[in-house]
């Protein structure tokens, strides 16, 4: 009687704990690509190359990084970019800027197809994270170049509110941010 107790005890015993380790969160992935469609202009316009995009290490992951407290980062592991965020910022900016400017020829770095761009306008992002999930604020100095001299230069700050407490939410405070930098940007961009 006492094996086969102690036989029904190890198997209980290995169901609950195979459940436990089945039983992970799901993974969501958001990204900052837009929703409309690229411009297409038929007229001579510069070829344009947003990036390179860096980042802060604290916010250079994969999740989502929020701050508590306005001194603790807390990176959600069940929420993540679905791309490395530099990458998603890029592909925003240059999207943007060329609906803003009507440009057909902007790309982001680092999967543009330009050799030599004519223009290139690289980002340094000093804060874009969100305060719990009240605010997202981006921080960022960029300059617009041409044959490697600055023709112009900028320093973006600007905070956006979150509409609702989801991360649905949060990264579209995110996108808003980045589309209002792109209107800095583009008026910075010569013909």
Not at 99 to 106: K, Q, S
Request: with cysteine; hydrophobic share 45%.
């Amino acid at each position: 009687m006492i094996p086969r107790l102690c036989v029904f005890l190890s198997l209980a015993l290995g169901a609950l704990a195979g459940a436990g380790c089945g039983s992970s969160p799901a993974v969501r992935s958001y990204t900052l690509a837009p929703d409309t469609a690229p411009v297409t202009d038929s007229a001579p316009s510069p070829s344009v190359v947003i990036g390179p995009v860096s980042l802060p290490e604290a916010i250079d992951r994969l999740q989502i990084v929020r701050r508590v407290d306005g001194v603790r980062s807390e990176p959600s592991d069940g929420h993540r970019w679905a791309g490395a965020l530099k990458n998603e910022i890029a592909r925003r900016l240059a999207s943007a800027v060329g609906r803003e400017r009507g440009l057909a020829r902007v790309l982001a770095a680092p999967q543009h197809s330009i050799a030599r761009p004519e223009i290139a306008v690289p980002v340094d992002v000093l804060r874009f994270d969100a305060d719990g999930f009240a605010a997202v604020t981006l921080d960022a100095l960029w300059s617009v170049r041409r044959d490697g001299q600055d023709i112009a230069s900028g320093h973006f700050i600007r905070s956006e509110p979150v509409t609702a407490h989801t991360h649905e939410a949060l990264v579209a405070a995110h996108g808003r941010l980045v589309d209002a930098l792109a209107v800095d940007v583009a008026a910075a961009i010569p013909r």
